[in-house]
């Protein structure tokens, strides 16, 4: 159950999975013949994660595409989606040996952050050791990979924006893990990307839909005010993964929004949009873990430089600011 990135165990929309994978029936035989020509050349895209926010975001930044098809995964089957368990080496090098698909992204990850504090084992199994037989499968069906970090992987102390080149030291269990999960992606994928990003939401479980389900019953909120970072949309950060897929820029890349914020006034600009009156208390770190003492340490400032990118290439993230007002109008 903890496979899928911000897990929202409801089904992928079956429009998207339709629309991806079925190639329709009936028509006469030359219409046929072209859709099958058609599929023939198309690229498979094996997507982990697939019900998670990152996944469904995926499906959609790649619906219509002719050049890609969809071939959807999570570690429970459902309606479009087939079930892998990428903790399983042999189960991931087995599908990928069959599908020989042109890139694995890899959208699965465990992230609760509080939780696998004491749940260590399951965090490495899917933080690192996934990553790690996505990365052996990718380079035995000669595919490449995508897979996604996360800013944690820092440990948050610093004075300016991170880039690729900074040096790592996670404070916590689920940074650790994702870092150990870079490291084998490093080691053993041939053609990879790894996409560091922050403070994801999307079609999901996210911080923003909480803030909104609290504005509802609540007079006010307390967030914490002194922990900077970025928001990033799940949209944006699936354009700069089809941006990546087709180019050999391999490596490191961090991938998030433009600009940056902390969480307390990143709520005030939530609920702005969405027009709510809820007022939003600014509380210190240490404040917040007193009321909520089994919270884990998170970075002080994960403020990430889209480095990689501006030096290779002309792709550039929109402003958080214009992110999550587009967001709360679709949510309307």
């Known amino acids: 159950m903890y496979?899928?990135?911000?897990?929202n165990r409801d089904n992928l929309d079956k429009r998207w999975y339709n629309t991806l994978v079925n190639h329709g029936t009936g028509g006469n035989s030359a219409s046929c013949h072209n859709r099958a020509e058609d599929k023939a050349i198309m690229k498979t895209l094996l997507v982990t994660g697939s019900n998670g926010q990152l996944g469904r975001a995926v499906n959609r930044e790649f619906a219509g595409s002719t050049e890609y098809e969809?071939?959807?995964?999570?570690?429970?089957?459902?309606?479009?989606?087939?079930a892998l368990d990428i903790t399983n080496v042999d189960q991931v090098i087995s599908l990928a040996k069959e599908l020989k698909p042109y890139a694995i992204i890899n959208c699965a990850a465990y992230t609760a952050v509080d939780e696998q504090e004491t749940k260590g084992d399951l965090a490495y199994k899917i933080n690192a050791l996934g990553p790690r037989n996505l990365a052996i499968a990718a380079t035995e069906a000669d595919s490449?990979?995508?897979?996604?970090?996360t800013d944690y992987v820092f440990r948050g102390d610093g004075n300016r924006p991170y880039t690729e080149f900074d040096t790592t030291g996670p404070?916590?269990?689920?940074?650790?893990?994702?870092?150990?999960?870079?490291?084998?992606?490093?080691?053993?994928?041939?053609?990879?990307f790894t996409i560091r990003t922050?403070?994801?939401?999307?079609?999901?479980?996210?911080?923003v839909k909480t803030m909104l389900r609290l504005s509802e019953n609540h007079d006010e909120v307390s967030v914490v005010?002194?922990?900077?970072?970025?928001?990033?949309?799940?949209?944006?950060?699936a354009k700069a993964i089809h941006y990546l897929i087709p180019t050999d820029n391999y490596g490191l890349f961090h991938g998030t929004c433009e600009g940056d914020t902390n969480w307390a006034d990143f709520t005030e600009e939530i609920f702005r949009l969405a027009g709510k009156n809820t007022k939003v208390n600014h509380v210190t770190t240490e404040e917040y873990k007193k009321m909520n003492p089994q919270s884990t340490d998170r970075p002080a400032y994960s403020i990430l430089d889209n480095y990689m990118l501006?030096?290779?290439?002309?792709?550039r993230f929109a402003d958080w600011k214009d992110a999550i007002r587009d967001y709360i109008n679709e949510l309307q």
Do not use: C
Request: charged share 25%.
């Open 310 to 315: 501006r030096l290779t290439g002309d792709f």
């Open 144 to 149: 490449k990979l995508v897979h996604i970090s």
């Open 225 to 237: 005010k002194d922990q900077l970072g970025t928001p990033t949309s799940t949209k944006e950060l």
């Open 171 to 192: 404070v916590s269990m689920y940074g650790r893990t994702k870092l150990a999960g870079e490291n084998f992606v490093r080691d053993f994928a041939k053609r990879y």
């Open 70 to 82: 969809i071939y959807n995964t999570d570690v429970a089957e459902g309606e479009g989606i087939h």
């Open 198 to 207: 922050a403070w994801l939401y999307g079609d999901g479980k996210n911080f």
């Open 3 to 7: 496979i899928s990135s911000l897990t």
